[in-house]
């Protein structure tokens, strides 16, 4: 009987160590850096990162791009991606991202805005969601332990650890969205222009000092970010 009473002892013992070890994993994670620290991204069938292609074939890429030039550009995307990169190797920091649209180095993203009517109506926040990944000139290239270098990658929705929210106003003409997480509000203002959706998108985090920055401006396929029927 004593033999079993130290057999649970013991046992519930080192179930406490495990649950502790779980919770201060977690922690860790939770504090993880880097460039897919705020989201994922794809990868190639050889294993090296690729960019993360949305699930649903009606969703497009869209592009965002500088107001000011590359260098005015660079540094916006610095403060953009403080939460991740601030603690981050210098291997990790971004290189060269052009401003112009249709290069080899960028920002695109891709994003499902699900409304009850379409282009109008009440968002849904458990079906929409929000993803950003920056193509700089050390995307691709080998870090000095070996491992390829991703593109910087953001995701908020509600998949993503941190989410906490979407919300829209739009009138079948224009629309102003936000998507939030723990550590970047994004918002984009902009209006329907033919088959697309254009406007000026901004963001806030810990590094903007309690004010809204832009970002640049983006242009998205009308029906390849929101969900149309």
């Known amino acids: 009987m004593r033999t079993l009473k130290m057999l649970i002892g013991t046992a519930v013992i080192f179930m406490i160590g495990v649950g502790c070890q779980q919770k201060e994993s977690s922690k860790r994670s939770q504090r993880s850096i ?19 292609n949305p699930s649903s074939m009606n969703t497009s890429w ?11 550009f660079l540094n916006e995307l610095q403060v953009f ?24 180095t960028g920002v695109r993203f891709w994003g499902v805005v699900k ?3 379409g282009l109008t109506g009440t968002v849904d926040p458990n079906s929409s ?37 979407v919300k829209s106003t739009s009138n079948g003409t224009s629309a102003q969205l936000t ?4 550590d970047t509000i994004i918002y984009m203002d902009g209006t329907f222009q033919n088959q697309y959706y254009v406007g000026r998108i901004q963001y806030y985090n810990s ?20 969900v149309c029927q």
């Open 129 to 165: 969601q929000f993803h950003l990944e920056i193509y700089d000139s050390k995307y691709g290239t080998k870090r000095s332990d070996g491992t390829t270098i991703e593109p910087y990658a953001l995701t908020i929705g509600k998949t993503q650890g941190g989410f906490k929210n």
């Open 115 to 117: 409304q009850s009517n």
């Open 179 to 182: 998507f939030e997480s723990e």
């Open 207 to 226: 590094a903007t000092g309690g004010q809204y920055r832009v970002l640049g401006r983006f242009t998205v396929q009308k029906c390849g970010f929101f």
């Open 62 to 72: 869209g592009e965002i791009v500088g107001e000011n030039g590359d260098q005015s």
């Open 34 to 52: 880097g460039r897919t620290a705020q989201g994922t991204v794809g990868v190639n069938s050889d294993g090296t990162p690729a960019p993360l």
């Open 81 to 104: 991606t403080y939460p991740a990169l601030s603690g981050a190797s210098q291997e990790d920091q971004l290189g060269y991202v052009s401003s112009a649209s249709g290069q080899s």
